[in-house]
């Protein structure tokens, strides 16, 4: 059902085909980035890899299963934000996490905003269940505005996005992952799956300490003089070989040595680092299944890990249907529990 208010406003539109917006207004940098996105040419393959994805690929149980006991902080990369919100459910109260795409902030707020103001199940009507009539309804943005409070920037975009495009172009163009079945969204995410845990999650959000920011990652890590308990850097490691590394595979062995820095100054004795998350094959596979372009990376990021840490691996359902078999590997290393002294990093 189409609100009275959508005709007004669709109508409005129509009547001048012209819309309106303030050029000093607080995220018009962003939204200018993110209406390039979708006006773009759909056969750019480089525009591919700026669309924000609007919910995470991956079957985020594993969090809770790799957690070490009462881990206090945690890095991560944002993504859309639900590896946050399932750290926080998971009580972790001291979080960064960053993005080199700031249109994952975009994503982040919105999805921050709706889970302090919606229910469980407007928030699923909102962003995950793209058959409601509330899916990404400018009606249900304007009841969460007060929740963007502080990131005001952020509520202006979605505000003009949502009036200028049509839904079809928002989903087609601009977002990636949306349109999943919203029984296996639920499943992967479990502050999701759960009512209880979901309402639990709102007065955890307001409590949690929670520092966003775009950044590349193991840069990021490399220059940060702190440590945490819990370090998620997944489903990057591929982008870095082939955007960062033009996919040279001395170039990137090269780069994976961070990885050794940050296992040694930025994770706490007793932590657990997440190094990646294979969907549909194992670690120990040959990826023969995989495709050619691909191939070689799994190979390359499966090489420098185990020849460089002590691994584990775990094995989740995977959410989105496709590739290789029906689970979805966890790639991660612990750190022992020592009683010697912690080492800093060396000043530059
Ligand atoms: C497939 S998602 C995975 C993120 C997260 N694990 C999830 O499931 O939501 C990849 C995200 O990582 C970001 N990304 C890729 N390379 C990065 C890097 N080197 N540092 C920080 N973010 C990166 C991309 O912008 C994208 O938002």
């Not at 109260?93 to 994952?104: F, G, M, S, T």
């Not at 199940?121 to 009841?143: A, P």
């Amino acid at each position: 059902m189409i609100s009275e208010e959508q005709i007004k406003n669709m109508l409005e539109l129509m009547k001048n085909g012209i819309h309106y917006v303030k050029k000093d207004m607080p995220g018009m940098d962003l939204l200018k980035k993110a209406q390039q996105i979708i006006l773009g040419d759909v056969r750019d393959s480089r525009i591919h890899l700026l669309k924000p994805y609007l919910l995470t690929t991956q079957n985020l149980r594993y969090i809770q299963k790799t957690l070490p006991d009462k881990a206090d902080s945690a890095f991560t990369i944002l993504g859309a934000g639900n590896n946050v919100f399932e750290l926080v459910r998971c009580n972790v109260k001291n979080i960064v996490a960053v993005d080199v795409n700031e249109l994952q902030l975009l994503i982040y707020y919105l999805h921050y905003a709706s889970i302090l103001t919606l229910s469980a199940k407007d928030y699923e009507n909102f962003l995950i269940n793209t058959t409601s009539s509330k899916f990404l309804s400018l009606d249900v943005l304007k009841n969460i505005e007060d929740a963007f409070k502080g990131n005001e920037k952020y509520f202006n975009v979605w505000k003009e996005l949502l009036s200028i495009n049509p839904l079809e172009d928002l989903m087609n163009y601009f977002l990636k992952n949306v349109g999943g079945d919203p029984s296996k969204v639920r499943y992967s995410l479990p502050y999701l799956g759960n009512k209880k845990e979901f309402y639990a999650l709102k007065s955890k959000l307001e409590n949690a300490n929670i520092a966003v920011d775009t950044a590349e990652a193991l840069e990021y890590l490399n220059s940060l003089d702190r440590k945490f308990d819990y370090i998620d850097i997944t489903n990057i490691l591929l982008f870095i070989y082939q955007a960062g590394c033009n996919n040279n595979n001395e170039e990137f062995q090269q780069e994976l040595q961070k990885l050794r820095n940050i296992f040694e100054y930025n994770l706490n004795d007793g932590g657990t680092f997440i190094l990646d998350y294979f969907f549909g094959v194992a670690l120990d596979s040959d990826f023969s299944n995989m495709d050619m372009l691909i191939k070689p990376i799994y190979n390359a990021i499966a090489d420098f890990l185990k020849n460089n840490f002590d691994l584990e691996s775990i094995q989740v359902e995977k959410q989105i249907p496709g590739f290789g078999n029906d689970l979805d590997s966890v790639i991660l290393t612990r750190k022992k529990l020592t009683v010697t002294k912690n080492r800093f990093r060396p000043r530059a």
